[in-house]
């Protein structure tokens, strides 16, 4: 293995949106990532599946996610973190917002990933109407999304 293994003790990405995703009502949409304040080693592409956070080795890794939304006091908003763009890792549940955004956190999970097993984040609501997922930086926060390696 030699030093090529330590390299990924530093794997790590922190990926946002510059700009807003128009979320359709009552269906989990897929959030993509426009950006990046770092990325160590080509977990995210901000162009190609950049929905996606790919882990480079097998290993365990915690990934972490907030979206700000906008505001509407109707339905309910449902996140979740996605394996493989299947299974179903993590959920996060928000009520309606009455204040001008919102936060919603997806949470912290720490997950078992084989090398270019991928994590996504999807969101739902059901407000009657689409909502967005906020891009760019609020005073509220940013639309983001983090996934660190932290060993075998």
Do not use: C
């Amino acid at each position: 293995m030699g030093q090529n293994r330590f390299r990924h003790l530093v794997s790590a990405v922190h990926a946002t949106k510059t700009v807003a995703q128009s979320i359709a009502n009552a269906s989990f949409v897929t959030i993509t990532w426009d950006a990046e304040d770092f990325d160590t080693d080509a977990v995210h592409d901000n162009a190609t599946n950049n929905s996606r956070l790919t882990a480079p080795v097998v290993g365990k890794y915690h990934v972490y996610a907030t979206l700000l939304f906008e505001q509407n006091a109707t339905g309910r908003r449902v996140s979740r973190l996605v394996k493989n763009g299947g299974t179903v890792i993590g959920r996060g549940n928000d009520l309606a917002a009455t204040d001008l955004v919102r936060r919603g956190v997806v949470g912290v999970w720490t997950v078992s990933l084989a090398a270019a097993d991928y994590v996504e984040v999807q969101w739902y609501q059901d407000s009657g109407g689409a909502l967005e997922v906020l891009g760019n930086a609020t005073e509220q926060g940013i639309s983001s999304f983090w996934m660190f390696y932290v060993g075998e």
